[in-house]
């Protein structure tokens, strides 16, 4: 399938966390520190019970693939970027004192499975950290790199510390009392392969699409204007609405800053919505192309707001290629009412 979720941490803030992750706990969306200049990225604070973050996946996976820029202001107490089934984890990859990865079964004090060299990741220092797991009881494997080279690996491990199969959820936490504020940037989750290191940039919109079907709120307001939120979710403030089936809504987007060299991995639509009565409402994330609409998988509506994403690898238009910086910037994005 490939890519399964991302974040930059820039869309949101730190009351709204929990509407795009699963759930979150002692976490805050920081501007200290950053990975880049002018760059947002997620905060854990260390605590007894210490700040984390769950992604729920949307299906049981057998291998899982994770990403994320990784900044520690220490090494001590952390305790582990959890794989979960059923509430029971599975495998757990942690930092410790010494600047080494270990790998366990189990949780953060479980058995390792295998250890890195000391000191590959350096205190008060941005790095690149990945992990590829594959969880099985006798034939599992594992991988950590950091900044894209291999610190440790092994196959034939017992990956599986519960009963059931796969993974549903990955639980990343940050240190214990006693350790120091661990900070995530520019994180993906897969189900293939490593994706390498990784930028991600937030766009807004900027103007008005082919569609303005929905209602203003205030009336009177550009459509586009009224989600153009950047950095917070302003909420019942100024939004868009739409009881009439079928309608759609669709706006121009900022251009990506272009990066000599780099290749894009994907575009990720993330739409903040709920519905405000009883009974089923759907929705379907839009991407236009050339005067062409593409819808990606419809989505239910809460009763409170969530965002809710989609990942396209590819451009609809074009599955078989790879997106370019003309292809995101000459798109509409948008959302269209389909139940």
Not at 115 to 120: A, E, H, I, P
Not at 297 to 326: H, V
Request: glycine residues 10%; contains cysteine.
């Amino acid at each position: 399938m490939g890519l399964l979720f991302m974040d930059g941490f820039d869309h949101y803030a730190t009351a709204e966390i929990d509407r795009k992750w699963g759930s979150a706990y002692s976490a805050t969306i920081e501007t200290t520190e950053p990975r880049r200049t002018g760059g947002r990225h997620l905060r854990l604070t260390p605590a007894a019970s210490p700040g984390n973050v769950v992604s729920y996946l949307l299906a049981v996976k057998e291998t899982v693939v994770c990403g994320f820029a990784l900044h520690m202001s220490s090494l001590a107490n952390h305790s582990g970027f959890r794989l979960i089934r059923n509430a029971t984890v599975q495998c757990t990859v942690k930092v410790e004192s010494d600047g080494s990865v270990t790998v366990r079964r189990g949780d953060y004090s479980g058995t390792i499975l295998g250890q890195s060299s000391s000191g590959v990741i350096a205190v008060n220092t941005w790095i690149y950290l990945e992990f590829k797991i594959y969880v099985h009881d006798s034939s599992g494997s594992y991988e950590v790199r950091v900044n894209e080279s291999t610190v440790v690996s092994d196959s034939g491990a017992d990956t599986k510390a519960g009963t059931d199969s796969g993974v549903d959820a990955l639980n990343l936490r940050g240190s214990i009392s006693g350790g120091g504020y661990l900070r995530l940037d520019d994180l993906y989750i897969a189900d293939d392969d490593f994706q390498g290191d990784c930028r991600i940039d937030t766009l807004w919109p900027d103007g008005a699409g082919n569609y303005s079907q929905w209602t203003p709120t205030p009336s009177g307001t550009s459509n586009y204007a009224n989600v153009d939120d950047a950095n917070d979710q302003d909420d019942d403030s100024t939004y868009n609405s739409t009881d009439v089936l079928n309608e759609i809504d669709s706006y121009t987007f900022d251009n990506l800053t272009p990066i000599s060299g780099a290749n894009i991995l994907a575009v990720a639509l993330n739409l903040a919505l709920r519905k405000d009565d009883a009974g089923q409402r759907k929705f379907t994330p839009l991407i236009r192309i050339s005067s062409t609409d593409y819808t990606g998988t419809e989505l239910d509506g809460y009763d409170n707001y969530k965002t809710r994403q989609e990942i396209f690898e590819n451009p609809p238009s074009d599955p078989s290629s790879a997106w370019s910086d003309s292809d995101v910037n000459g798109a509409e994005y948008g959302v269209k009412l389909t139940t």
